[in-house]
């Protein structure tokens, strides 16, 4: 299938979804919120794919909601309706994804573009990275997923101050806070972020996305609940190809040869 505001591969169990308007900073539209719904469930749907990278053409990763697009009759948009039919449903399916998801986010990511990246599972940053807040700049209120995932990344003083002043943090800064999981080089960030998909496409495909599953899930769970989680998923992981294998290759003082099953 074709796209005109992304692109996307898929090879050797990794999944390359990238945001393609870089004239407008891969800025969010309709159209585009649209073929990245494709483009997931086409990813969801591929047997074959073990690792979803999400990045951004050009030099930035995305600035967030074009501010030039209008609705019907070139009204202004119903923020509310763009939420709920297309930024939630987004995050939800990135957090859904029953495989790892990494950002490698390169310029800015600014206002959703930043929390987008920040509901990935491991986020990857150029030096010259910056994550901004950008919506007290505009009289909003941060979306998709911001003000529920800051707090729990940076705690609630830092998330408050990213909040309501909208200043850039750095990629230095968000690495020191615990924001992200990684700075390198800018143009080692290609290479740094294929690396680590085919790195966790490889890997046991069934049990990361069940871990995956239980550490997102534990932000609302007592432990009580999470042990028992941990002993619900522990038994579909003990069940897979890849424990078995895991297990022999363990036995056998080799590499074990995961199939993500």
Not at 36 to 55: N, P
Not at 82 to 104: C, E, I, Q
Not at 206 to 223: C, E, I
Request: charge should be negative; charged fraction near 25%.
């Amino acid at each position: 299938m074709s796209y005109d505001t992304i692109r996307l591969e898929i090879a050797d169990g990794v999944a390359r979804l990238t945001l393609n308007r870089p004239d407008k900073l891969n800025s969010f539209t309709i159209q585009m919120h649209g073929e990245l719904r494709q483009a997931l469930k086409q990813v969801r749907q591929d047997e074959s794919v073990r690792c979803l990278l999400l990045s951004g053409a050009g030099r930035a990763f995305s600035a967030g909601q074009d501010l030039g697009e209008t609705g019907p009759g070139e009204r202004p948009l119903d923020l509310a309706q763009t939420l709920d039919h297309h930024y939630n449903p987004l995050v939800r399916s990135l957090r859904d994804l029953p495989f790892p998801v990494v950002a490698a986010v390169n310029g800015v990511a600014a206002g959703a573009g930043a929390n987008i990246a920040l509901a990935c599972d491991l986020v990857l940053a150029g030096r010259s990275a910056r994550f901004i807040q950008a919506f007290s700049k505009i009289g909003l209120v941060p979306d998709s997923g911001g003000t529920w995932l800051l707090p729990r990344l940076v705690g609630l003083q830092r998330a408050m101050g990213l909040c309501l002043l909208g200043e850039p943090l750095e990629a230095e800064q968000a690495l020191a806070w615990g924001l992200i999981w990684k700075v390198v080089d800018d143009d080692a960030l290609a290479d740094e972020a294929s690396a680590l998909a085919a790195r966790l496409a490889a890997l046991p495909t069934v049990a990361l996305g069940l871990t995956k599953r239980a550490l997102h899930d534990s932000a609302t769970h007592n432990l009580d609940h999470q042990l028992n989680m941990e002993r619900d998923l522990q038994k579909i992981a003990a069940r897979s190809e890849d424990h078995a294998e895991g297990v022999a290759a363990f036995k056998e003082k080799r590499q074990p040869d995961f199939k993500g099953r």
